[in-house]
């Protein structure tokens, strides 16, 4: 069965780094395009960004592009995100997703930005 497995949330403070991860099983991971997603206290659940099969094509909200970077390793089956110059309305819970007919989800991985 599909499993999508996030780590590497936590606190950091305005300006920090981080970098999240999602070890996918359970599909064919090379074939498939990968998102990450997030959800704020308080607001609905959007779409960072999106990387294609080989990782050769991303897109970004505009909010997080040029901080944010979304990179895949095939071999290891698994997704990227590196958030820099982190705000404090990054702040949020971070699934990844995959469409394979319907959505699949990982439980999340909480990222707060605060000094």
């Known amino acids: 069965q599909v499993q999508l497995v996030e780590s590497g949330g936590g606190l950091v403070q305005p300006g920090g780094s981080l970098r999240l991860s999602c070890a996918a099983s359970?599909?064919?991971?090379?074939?498939?395009?990968m998102r990450w997603y997030r959800q704020a206290p308080g607001k609905e659940r959007e779409l960072v960004g999106t990387?294609?099969?080989?990782?050769?094509?991303?897109n970004y909200v505009d909010s997080v592009k040029g901080r944010f970077t979304i990179s895949r390793d095939n071999v290891k089956n698994t997704m990227f995100l590196q958030m820099n110059s982190l705000k404090p309305e990054d702040t949020a819970v971070y699934y990844c997703?995959?469409?394979?007919?319907?959505?699949?989800w990982g439980k999340g991985t909480l990222v707060t930005v605060s000094s």
């Open positions: 359970g599909f064919t991971f090379s074939s498939y395009a």
């Open positions: 997703n995959v469409k394979r007919g319907v959505d699949y």
């Open positions: 990387i294609s099969t080989s990782g050769g094509s991303t």
